[in-house]
């Protein structure tokens, strides 16, 4: 079960909970990739017109009388700066520093420079932050009288990044604006979205809420998504469950209430007998056939509450020793035999057998079976009661030789109130039931046959056993 407090929202909350964190760190990813790409592009703009000037001043520089000499582009230079909106700075020197023209002191690049190949930095000049581009390259004839060493010319020009950051700015910008936009169009769709998808759970939901309490019939899956067919499936099925169950309680209140109407009906109609009786004797004798009455429906109710608990009461499970459960019903019947004379036989089993289930509702549903057994079994017949281990299954089986059941009536026994048709003696018609309801309940069945020679009964409880020791 999910205990995360999200879980507690509703799907449209959550899924706008999760999502929305989401597409703005998205956002803040893009802006921070947009000004890393404005910067570039600002910088690759630039850096062009860097190399423009630094040109310019290549085209000019001479080296009259192995001197160095540069004659400034100021036209060109006036167009720069008006391009830079800011300062510009330019130095062209030897590279052994000997001779400098312009601005002595500006940054020196951070690596060192390959011939015919522009370097371009940031850096800081006089406290302005400013963007240089550097430049060297050989000189065609010696920069000394000697003409001996070749060197090198370096030439840099450096801007103020006014122009620069302006043009970042109003690239993100833009690029702001229009992740807001996306934004606010992507969170207006995923509402959208969400409404749509919810739309059909929102019908299904009134739905159900307008039926009746008693209406269980299956809701139609056709109409709702695919994704939530399992569930809307599931609540069927649960639907379907409790609708068997609510049936099933009907008709126990029903057969119960029959059941228990006429055995006081006729409580009624001795007791007003014994009132009206003087003669001692008729009294005795209506009072007697009160007291079976009264013992005949005490049965009957025990019977009742024992099937309801064996069909809906939640039961507490534990281990049941098998062998030491028949053995004490076996003991619980022998004065029942006896009035009849009956053999009664037990067979145990040659190991403890251990099974995890309801002790009470076991020892009631073999109870049942003996006492089915004896009732029906002749004057001085036989009933055994057994247990054994086939399979995986612990059974317990009952046998007598009485009269058995007519064939076309195996398939109905076990059901509630029935009792078969060569059945002379009284009954309510429960036993068998609540054994079939209590072996249900363990996961096992209850087996019901006539021996084959006809001329007896056997009964086989048979339950699934988890654990077994010598």
């Known amino acids: 079960m999910w205990k995360t407090p999200i879980f507690r929202w509703s799907i449209k909350r959550t899924v706008l909970t999760l999502l929305l964190p989401t597409l703005t760190l998205i956002t803040v990813l893009e802006l ?53 909106s800011g300062q510009v700075f330019f130095r062209v020197a030897s590279e052994d520093g000997l001779v400098e023209i ?200 025990n019977q009742m509450l024992a099937l309801a608990k064996a069909d809906a009461a939640e039961l507490e499970m534990g281990q049941v020793d098998l062998a030491q459960l028949a053995e004490q019903a076996a003991r619980d019947v022998v004065l029942a035999a006896r009035e009849k004379r009956i053999d009664l036989a037990y067979s145990e089993p040659e190991r403890a057998i251990l099974l995890r289930g309801h002790a009470g509702l076991l020892r009631e549903a073999l109870l049942n079976l003996l006492h089915n057994a004896i009732r029906y079994a002749p004057e001085r017949g036989h009933v055994s009661l057994s247990l054994a281990c086939r399979d995986d299954r612990a059974v317990f089986t009952v046998m007598d030789d009485g009269p058995g059941v007519p064939p076309a009536q195996l398939s109905q026994l076990g059901g509630r109130f029935f009792r078969a048709s060569n059945s002379a003696l009284g009954g309510s018609g429960l036993g068998l039931a609540i054994a079939r309801a209590v072996a249900e309940r363990h996961g096992g069945e209850l087996v019901l046959s006539n021996l084959i020679d006809g001329a007896g009964f056997c009964a086989s409880l048979a339950l699934p056993f988890e654990i077994s020791t010598n």
């Open 102 to 301: 312009g601005s002595a002191d500006l940054p020196p690049p951070p690596r060192p420079l390959q011939t015919g190949k522009p370097q371009f930095y940031d850096a800081v000049y006089f406290g302005l932050k400013v963007r240089v581009g550097a430049y060297a390259r050989e000189l065609k004839q010696p920069a000394d009288a000697n003409g001996t060493p070749r060197h090198r010319v370096v030439i840099q020009v450096a801007e103020t990044l006014g122009s620069r950051q302006e043009f970042i700015r109003l690239l993100l910008v833009a690029a702001l604006q229009r992740d807001l936009l996306l934004l606010l169009v992507a969170a207006a769709m995923l509402a959208l979205v969400l409404f749509m998808t919810l739309r059909p759970l929102t019908v299904l939901r009134n739905a159900v809420s307008a039926r009746s309490d008693h209406d269980m019939t299956p809701i139609d899956t056709r109409s709702v998504p695919a994704d939530v067919r399992p569930l809307v499936a599931a609540i069927n099925l649960h639907m379907a469950r409790n609708r068997e169950f609510m049936e099933r309680q009907r008709r126990f209140v029903d057969d119960a209430s029959h059941q228990l109407r006429t055995p006081l009906a006729t409580l009624r109609t001795q007791l007003d007998y014994a009132l009206r009786e003087s003669d001692p004797r008729n009294v005795s004798d209506a009072l007697d056939a009160v007291s079976r009455q009264l013992d005949d429906a005490t049965h009957r109710t």
């Open 32 to 84: 921070v990739t947009a000004n890393r790409t404005a910067t570039d592009a600002a910088n690759s703009a630039y850096d062009r017109s860097l190399l423009g000037a630094i040109k310019a001043l290549d085209a000019n520089i001479s080296t009259p009388g192995g001197g160095l000499a540069v004659e400034t582009p100021y036209t060109l230079f006036e167009f720069f700066e008006l391009t830079a």
